[in-house]
């Protein structure tokens, strides 16, 4: 039941009574103390005091039906307590109105029961893993986002080979995705600079995190750091910190070096490796795979978002050795320069086939509805929907779930309207899909 149709029913000072928030057993608590203590008081006055009242009481109850008078009590005792224990709250918090006061209920209300959520770890980068985070950070705080480092075109490409740091602009993207609250701090986190601006092409994030990362010597501390700054849900690392730069083989025998250069090529990729081959897993990603309930891979570009997490040996095999559900969402629409052509079996192919193992998916999610008014586009620039050959999917063992995860609001570029993933429509198919898997519904 949502916490807003619980507050239209019952007073909105009562729901500090409500169940989940932990509140009152200490409630309770100093119920037993105040009454503990004031015996102690009376015990020290020769229990003088309780003699009387008990005399008072005694002939209040003779004038007045029985039981009556210690509800009375009982009753005017509690609601004593509880204004003035209430206050006593509100004061130490330092909320000042009501509006705030039910802010902060709501926000310890929500987050009690975000903390007893699953524990989820998504792995990817670019655009397509930060908005599956704004919604899945609705569901849970046990989050732990593993990104990709393989970037090297934009801000994050420039301050890499300048300042010779990790690529911040994925990183950036997730935490962000993950603040509590998209306030002006976060906004400010995301403001790129202008082209008319000595940074034009750098975003302030972009150079926050850089900052932090010279200060607190690596990118790790950084992202802890900046993360504590948002107040973000979950946490954010980077797959390693070794220097990893993406390196692909193309059918026709070619070598193309970098994440920024490969889908500009035109053309098909037959593998990819990374350079150095053998980068080292953050250790506490390989921990977070080992711990978590559910594992999501993607949604984000098949080989340079995706991919490249996989190809840190350590990291493919907790995800196969892993007991968690894992599911991969895969693109609505095939990516020029990397999947032309591709069907959702051959997503899947691709990351077994790099990853060296074949129990890194349970399931893979996909899109089933995208309005004919937005295919135009789409064909004029190369691209057309994923088909889910489910036939072949299934001969693999693999479950197919299919459902409408694009966003109503339609976004421009340039003249024409595209689509992208819902973060609350992706967020919601994939906790129900991992709920029914936990108690063992097909």
């Known amino acids: 039941m949502k916490l807003n149709y619980i507050y239209s029913k019952i007073p909105k000072d009562a729901g500090w009574l409500l169940p989940g928030l932990e509140i009152k057993r200490w409630f309770s608590l100093i119920i037993i103390g105040t009454v503990l203590a ?14 009387y009242l008990i005399n008072i009481t005694t002939r209040i109850i003779q004038m007045l039906p029985s039981g009556m008078i210690g509800w009375v009590f009982i009753i005017a005792g509690a609601i004593c307590f509880f204004v003035g224990w209430l206050n006593t ?18 926000d310890l209300y ?11 770890v998504a792995i990817g980068g670019g655009t397509g893993l930060s908005t599956m985070l704004k919604g899945i950070k609705k569901i849970t705080n046990n989050i732990t986002a593993v990104v990709t480092v393989g970037d090297d075109g934009g801000s994050s490409g420039k301050l890499r080979e300048e300042l010779g740091v990790l690529p911040p602009g994925d990183i950036r993207s997730c935490i962000a995705a993950l603040a509590d609250d998209e306030d002006l701090v976060t906004k400010l986190f995301q403001f790129r600079f202008k082209e008319c601006s000595g940074l034009a092409g750098h975003s ?27 107040s973000i849900r979950g946490r954010v690392l980077p797959s390693t910190l070794d220097d990893m730069r993406l390196v692909a083989e193309m059918d026709d025998g070619s070598i193309i070096k970098g994440e920024s250069n490969i889908p500009e090529s035109g ?25 978590a309930d559910l594992i999501i891979l993607g949604p984000g570009s098949l080989y340079t978002s995706v991919i490249p997490n996989l190809l840190i040996n350590e990291i493919a095999k907790a995800v196969n050795d892993s007991k968690a559900k894992k599911i991969y969402v895969c693109n609505i629409m095939t990516q020029p320069g990397e999947t032309d052509g591709f ?66 609001k339609r976004y421009e570029d340039g003249h024409s309207s595209f689509v992208r993933h819902s973060p609350s429509r992706l967020a919601r198919v994939i906790y129900y899909w991992y709920r029914k898997k936990q108690k063992g519904i097909n």
């Open 38 to 51: 004031t015996i102690g008081i009376c015990i020290i006055y020769n229990l003088k005091p309780i003699f």
């Open 89 to 106: 709250n509100y004061s130490i918090l330092d909320v000042n109105n009501e509006r705030n006061r039910h802010a902060v209920l709501e």
């Open 110 to 120: 929500r987050r009690r029961k975000l903390n007893k959520g699953p524990k989820i």
């Open 204 to 230: 302030f994030g972009n150079l926050f995190l850089t900052a932090m990362c010279a200060i607190t010597g690596d990118m790790v501390r950084a992202v802890k750091e900046s993360s504590k700054v948002l």
């Open 267 to 291: 053309k098909k990729i037959k593998r990819l490796f990374s350079e150095p081959n053998n980068c080292k897993a953050l250790e506490d990603v390989i921990w977070a795979i080992h711990e």
């Open 343 to 408: 069907k959702v079996s051959d997503h899947v192919k691709a990351l077994i086939e790099h990853a060296k193992y074949d129990k890194i998916i349970d399931a893979v999610l996909v899109n089933n509805d995208l309005p004919k008014e937005l295919l135009a586009p789409y064909k004029d620039a190369g691209s057309e929907p994923v088909e889910a050959d489910k036939s072949e999917l299934e001969k693999m063992g693999i479950e197919v779930v299919q459902k409408n995860l694009i966003q109503d």
